[in-house]
Structures are given as C-alpha cells and as structure tokens.
DNA sequence: GGGGTAATGTACCGATAGGTAAAAAATTTC
DNA sequence: GAAATTTTTTACCTATCGGTACATTACCCC
C-alpha cells in the first residue's frame, strides 16, 4: 500500500550524528545547517523525518539518555544506596570526560539554553531532570543503609549537585584522571571510606 | 581639551542592566536588540563604549565578579580553611538563588556558550574559573587546619564542583531553602559536623 | 510499464543576527 | 559666536537564522 521512495538515510545514525553536535554545540549553538551538514542530509528530509529544530532536539535527548546516559537509570537497581550513589558519580565522570564524545552532559548544557526561544527545550530538558531526581529519592527512601536521621530527599538532590558540578568542571577542560580524584573524594566524604 | 557631546547615559548603569540580561539570557541567548533595549541606549553608542557584543561581555563578567561574585574571592580571606569552604558554598546558594537576580551563576552559563561564535567567551570563562580555583588551591595549600593527608588540589576541585552543581540547581529551578539544605549536607559531609 | 506515493534537491521565504556610514545634536575651547 | 570634538539618531549593510514551496526522483503495486 504505502509505496513512495524510500529514505536514503538511517534515521537512527542520523541522530547519533545530531546528538554529537547538539552535545559539543549547544541547542543554541547549533544551526540548522550545521545538523544537516553533519547528518548527511538536506534541510526538508530533516524536517520530514523529524519535525522542527525544538522535535529534533527532544528526539535526540531521548537518545542521549537510552544510550549515553542510561548508567543514571541503571545505577537505581545497584543492590545498596551505596552503590547506586558510587555508581551515578563514577558514571558521571566517564559520561562527560569520553574520548570520543564532547566534554560535559547534554542535560546540563540544556539547562543553560536560557534564550527567549529556548524556553521549551530548557523546560523540557528541566522536567526530566528532575523525574531523574525523584527516582533517585524513592530509590534512597527505599533503601536500609543509609545514616540514620538521613534524608533521602536531601541526600538524592546533593547526589545531583555533585553529577552536576562534576558535568560542568568537564565542559570547563578539567580531565578524567582529575576528575576521577574528586568524584573519590566526594565518594569517601558523602559514604565514608569504609568497603562496604 | 576634549569638549565634544557628553554622554547621555551612565556607563555603569548600563553594565548592570546589561547583566542582568546576560545572567538571564546567557551569552548566546542574548541579541544586541535585546542589550540596547534593557541598557536604553542605540547600538552606536554602545558600540562606541563597550566595543563589541564579546568585548561587552568580557566588562560584564569583570563587573559580576567584583560585585555579586565577589564574595568568592573574599572567602579566600577567611581564617580556616573551614570558613572558606563554608563561604564558598553557602554564598553559592546565596547567589544563585537570589530574589532580585537571575537563576544560576552566570560564570557556569557562560562555560555552556558552546557554539562556533561563543569560544572566545567560553575560553575567557574557562580562563577565569581555572585563575578562581588556583587561588583555593593556594589557599587550601596554606592550611594548616586539613585532615592529614588530604590533597589540597583535589579539595579545591571537589569545593569547585559542589559550587558549580549548586549553580545547575538553582538554574534548573530549585529554590534557596532546599539548596540551603543541599549544602549544609554538603558541609557535614565533607567538613564533619563538629563546631570547628 | 503506468499510477500512486513519499522522499529528495533546489531554490527560496521573511525575520533577525551582529555591525556600521553618515548626518544631526550637544558640548568645550577660542 | 565659530571651529573642533564627541555622542546621538536614523537608516542601512550583509550574512545567517529557522522554515517551506515546488518540481523531480525513486520506489511499490497492479
């Protein structure tokens, strides 16, 4: 029935290839002609594929975080809090210090899109965040190591505040060897140092 | 000697309106429509005072850092290194989350500037952050008040982290009360609770 | 091998970006 | 008051922004 002539593109890798430059440009940094010129692909199949800019955009992020960023998610099912707090932080560090991808965290960039036309995009880059951050605080409530007199949902925003911070030293040039040194100290300071 | 038509408007002024805009806005966010209309002059004349959109922005960044930003190096002059870590993170909270200001730190916007036109900006930020933890770096090395062995260059880096996440907070829409909170936890955690 | 259909390539749209030329206006010095 | 000087005003520049109309091409079905 359908017919018609066939895409000439992959539509997935033509995501990865927007996800790097949204990831190293900025939402606001990026052209419309840089995505095109780096997917591959001419302006109407763009927008055939994938709707406007802002679409495009969503449609990367939700990449972002099922590919690059799925270690937030996965780190909820580590057996202790400890673990799932060891494991965001690490994780952070390795998601924004990679070799082959831009330094610094697409979601936090995004958050800082604060132009007048950026305002859905930050919105919406803001609401997942902060679903991230409620599942990591029912994720701590649930859990029966931490310090007692401890609030999970105090705990769970400080947990981001470091990932945050850790995001941001990443796009200001700081490496992964040093980085992997201060999310160690903050690990030892916020679980003490004990093994287990 | 001089003589010519004075100026209509003061320089000073026009640098705090200006920003506010671009703490609001961020660098790329911000059109020069948008700096005349919030400064109330033409673009001539402020090309004729401040140079150009980056030049303006380079006295912008110097006048947020010597005044709302200058708690920061006033820290420095604490008498422990508890103190200054102290200051450091609370006056984070403190500034980002004003009534009367933009959300967020517009030094840790300005590193998210990440398009082609923006790097000189985001070079002259990442310069600027990386002279700001060099002095706590040295402040830290002077310390005689640190647990033993602790390495004053990573805990310069890990207080700039915290700091930075306090920044993505606070633009990411969490209120001072609960960054309050983040932060004391943050002090405990790494600072211990005792009283000194 | 023709229809129907959907993607492609080219060429364009109005709006706005950052930046400036040139004349008019307001001051000082003489 | 006239010359010199500096700012303001108005009008404009080119380049690029995000987005689209339209004709062409390539496929499926019959």
């Given at each position: 029935m359908p017919g018609g002539r066939p895409r000439s593109f992959d539509a997935?890798?033509?995501?990865?290839?927007?996800?790097?430059?949204?990831w190293r440009q900025?939402?606001?940094?990026?052209?419309l002609s840089d995505l095109t010129e780096a997917m591959g692909i001419n302006r109407p199949s763009l927008y055939a594929a994938f709707?406007?800019?802002?679409?495009?955009?969503?449609?990367?992020?939700d990449r972002y975080l099922e590919g690059p960023g799925a270690f937030?998610?996965?780190?909820?099912?580590?057996?202790?809090?400890?673990?799932?707090?060891?494991r965001l932080v690490l994780g952070a560090v390795e998601l924004t210090t990679g070799d082959h991808t831009p330094r610094g965290c697409l979601s936090?960039?995004?958050?800082?899109a604060c132009g007048p036309d950026s305002a859905p995009v930050r919105q919406d880059a803001v609401g997942r965040r902060k679903a991230g951050e409620a599942a990591l605080r029912r994720r701590l409530e649930?859990?029966?190591?931490?310090?007692?007199?401890?609030?999970p949902g105090v705990m769970a925003g400080l947990v981001h505040t470091i990932t945050d911070g850790i995001a941001v030293q990443a796009a200001g040039g700081?490496?992964?060897?040093?980085?992997?040194?201060?999310?160690?100290?903050?690990l030892r300071a916020l679980l003490g140092s004990d093994q287990r």
């Open positions: 997935d890798a033509a995501l990865d290839r927007a996800l790097e430059v949204f900025g939402y606001e940094g990026t052209s709707g406007n800019k802002e679409e495009l955009f969503g449609r990367v992020l937030a998610a996965d780190a909820l099912e580590a057996p202790t809090s400890r673990e799932v707090v060891e936090v960039k995004s958050v800082h649930r859990a029966t190591d931490l310090p007692p007199g401890a609030d700081r490496g992964r060897e040093e980085l992997r040194q201060v999310a160690d100290l903050a």
